[in-house]
């Protein structure tokens, strides 16, 4: 490695290495309690996506350069420096990573990986050794954002085509898919695609929602390749959208970490408050259906229905009960998988690792606890409220002939709902 590069590594650790990530590093007992929390390690019993390792790469550099004991003696000290075979480790190991934080809730100390990995990236990006394929959709959505006349119409035409397909579905031929409603209640973010527009259109339109569609997308590829400038500004381009049509809330689909980037991370990033609030979709339509605002009849949803707890969503995210309240207004077959809530184990295809060609046989092997627990339910029905959980367990459901429909719970809803035709968004 050459001397640059080498300095960049080390800048980059002294301007991301918090007190709270050095007490990270100093406690670790390296008792290994992480490896039996971690989907990854667990399907594969590959010491490179144990959490404590991941850790540990982080660690030997930091030894290396800041530590005085690891600069004199650093083979006595575990201190290294960055070399390709570190780095190549430190690539794999932090872009197979979901982010799912389950080592962190069984870890004694509540070591948070997520942010140790966080180093690992930013490392690895100026440096140039990031994701490729991450990084490149990153950059098409900050394009996107930053021509969005030049994908308007292509949008409105888009949105209109679905919305005929709404009109039927209600059976009101004045049913619409409002763009650029000034003063709205709602924006609603959807997720590129109309699987994710149609069945929202539809529960808004029943339930007399005044909504407005957003012209962009909610997916954050900014946010899985590790830059959070990136990440904020592809989130500020319908955050700015919010504000200036003033709408009085943000409503994100069924997406994970696009939940988490717009509530948890995003008013940190712009340091600003909002002036709207930010709400998941199934938090609104569990609204709906208590406030008696949308009718939805039990018995429309055939076989047994579980409930999968996306990370993003409900251990990082602290929405539990909501969705599992939607479900059960939906069917009196329903089953929870075991374990689940905050304990739920992580399918194994977030953090953007389904988008990553290369690392597909680690992420279907560290879906095997899944599989196990969707086995043990004996549904025939998974609602699963995540498009990269629903992409990694219709893969697993394939490969092993589990026999699960995986739906949407907002797919769910609308066909429980007695209109004209009900429909998915297949």
Known sequence: MDAQ???????VIDKRMTRQV???????????????????????????????RRAELIRQVYKKYFDSAGRLVPALYEARDPDDALLDELYTSCYACTGCRRCMYYCPFSIDTQQIVAIGKAMLIAVGRGQ????????????????????????????????????????DPEATIPVDKQGADILYVALAGAHSIRPAAVIFHEAGVDWTISLFEAANYGYFFGDPEKARLIAKRFMDEAKRLGVKEVVVPECGHAYRVAEIFYEA??????????????EVVDRLIKQGRITVEKGRIEGRVTYHDPCQIARNGGIYEQPRDVVRALTDDFVDLIPNRAEQWCCGGGGGIVAIDELRDVRLKSGSKKVEQLKASGASVLACPCENCRLQIEDLNEMHGLGLQVRQVIDLVVEAMPLPRSASAS
């Not at 050095?22 to 490896?35: E, S």
């Not at 990033?269 to 199934?282: D, M, T």
Request: charged content about 25%; overall charge negative.
């Open 5 to 11: 590069a080498l300095q960049t590594i080390v800048g």
């Open 22 to 52: 050095k007490q990270y590093l100093d406690i670790c007992a390296r008792c290994a309690i992480c490896k039996d929390a971690c989907h990854q390690y667990v399907g594969t019993d590959d010491l490179t996506y144990l959490p404590a």
């Open 132 to 171: 490729e394929m991450l990084g490149q959709l990153a950059d098409a959505a900050l394009f996107k954002g930053e021509n969005v006349e030049m994908f308007r119409d292509v949008l409105v035409s888009g949105f209109k085509d679905i919305e005929a397909e709404v009109r039927e579905i209600t059976g």
């Open 269 to 282: 990033w712009a340091k600003e408050a909002l002036p709207f609030k930010v709400s998941h979709i199934l």
